[in-house]
């Protein structure tokens, strides 16, 4: 039929994505498209690296990214940028 | 000291002048022989101790885990502090934890070692051969090692409005609003708080109720500002906290003045909270 029944957890991060995409709007449109981008490559990038069962990993990053909401919802805040960073073994 | 030494040589029969004297200087090469022989020693220290600390990394997440440090209390100073400060230098960089005054004032380093809240930099090692477990402050999230996430314990704090608020002007206007010494005695043993959230995170009641129960150390500080006889919205104050979560989650279990480490009562202080309540 549909899709089958999400979780408590998977609610939670689509509730997420939706909030950044809605504040994303509320911004300058050049800004909005790169908000976009960057969400949207993070979230698909995690869901497709983090394993479903681990928990504790994905609820720090819930808390992380409702702390940058928060940030990026006040109106002083005009973009987001993200920097690519390797870890290195030295 | 070398006065005192000084003194006892003047003082003695000349015999007992000349040990005297090669004592004095004996000493100060016996201590530059101890830092050879220390050393030296290195890995065959005589005095081993274990730390069990808690360690998560978020970016390479997995279990958490205990990792077992050997550290030789010589070479360490005598606080739990100089003993992480100690690992993280020359054993394992990557160990996180939060630090600044070492000297108790700034409640940083607030941790659970050996399963009570306590600041690292006032907890001493124990002696002896038993292992020290340390992990983060209990049921707080973990951000990284024994890093946690303090925001839901400051907005506690931030929402009983610490500061002094007035209807009336102050009796000299741009001068300071006058109070008796013992209008200030009321305050002891409630601004000495550093929030540090040991007590919050010691108390069984907090740890079921983090979101609404206010906590031990904003409870303090609500009596803190209820009690300050410059403030005078006192009945509002404490209609605020005159919630069945906010305030009557408290159970006098205690433990808060268990793990205070500046030797704080806040079970007392809510005490003062709940008898104001039902007489006003």
């Given at each position: ?90 | ?99 600044s005054c070492?000297e108790g004032i700034c409640g ?86 550093i ?86």
């Amino acid at each position: 039929m549909g899709a089958s029944k999400l979780s408590g957890m998977q609610k939670q991060v689509l509730s997420l994505y939706r909030g950044f995409l809605r504040a994303a709007r509320s911004k300058p449109t050049e800004d909005r498209k790169r908000i976009e981008m960057i969400v949207s490559t993070e979230f698909r990038h995690n869901s497709k690296e983090v394993d479903r069962k681990n928990f504790q990993y994905i609820e720090y990053l819930l808390r992380l990214g409702t702390k940058q909401l928060d940030q990026l919802k006040s109106p002083d805040i005009v973009s987001l940028s993200s920097v690519k960073v390797v870890a290195s073994k030295t | 000291m070398a006065f005192g030494l000084i003194g006892r040589v003047v003082g003695t029969k000349p015999s007992r002048l000349s040990t005297a004297a090669r004592l004095i200087p004996a000493r100060w090469t016996s201590t530059r022989s101890e830092a050879q022989s220390k050393a030296s020693s290195g890995g065959g220290g005589a005095n081993l101790k274990t730390f069990q600390i808690y360690r998560w990394n978020p970016d390479n997440p997995g279990k958490p885990e205990l990792q077992d440090y050997k550290i030789d209390l010589k070479d360490c100073g005598p606080m739990v502090l100089d003993a992480l400060i100690k690992i993280k230098n020359e054993m394992d960089p990557s160990l996180t934890f939060r630090r600044s005054c070492r000297e108790g004032i700034c409640g940083s380093c607030a941790m659970n070692i050996d399963g009570c809240n306590g600041l690292a930099c006032l907890t001493k090692i124990e002696s002896g051969s038993k292992e020290t477990t340390i992990t983060p402050l209990p049921h707080m999230f973990v951000i990284k090692d024994l890093v946690v996430d303090m925001t839901n314990f400051y907005n506690q704090y931030k929402s009983i409005e610490p500061w002094l608020k007035r209807k009336t002007p102050a009796s000299v206007p741009g001068k300071e609003i006058l109070q008796s010494k013992k209008d200030r005695a009321k305050l002891d043993g409630m601004y000495e708080c550093i929030l540090c959230a040991c007590c919050s995170t010691s108390c069984p009641s907090y740890w079921w109720n983090p979101e609404s129960y206010l906590g031990p150390a904003a409870l303090l500080h609500a009596n803190r500002w209820i009690s300050d006889s410059r403030d005078e919205y006192t009945k509002e104050r404490l209609e605020a906290i005159n919630d069945e979560f906010k305030l009557y989650r408290c159970h006098t279990i205690l433990n808060c003045a268990r793990a205070c480490p500046k030797g704080l009562n806040p079970g007392k202080q809510i005490t003062h909270i709940k008898q104001l309540q039902q007489s006003g």
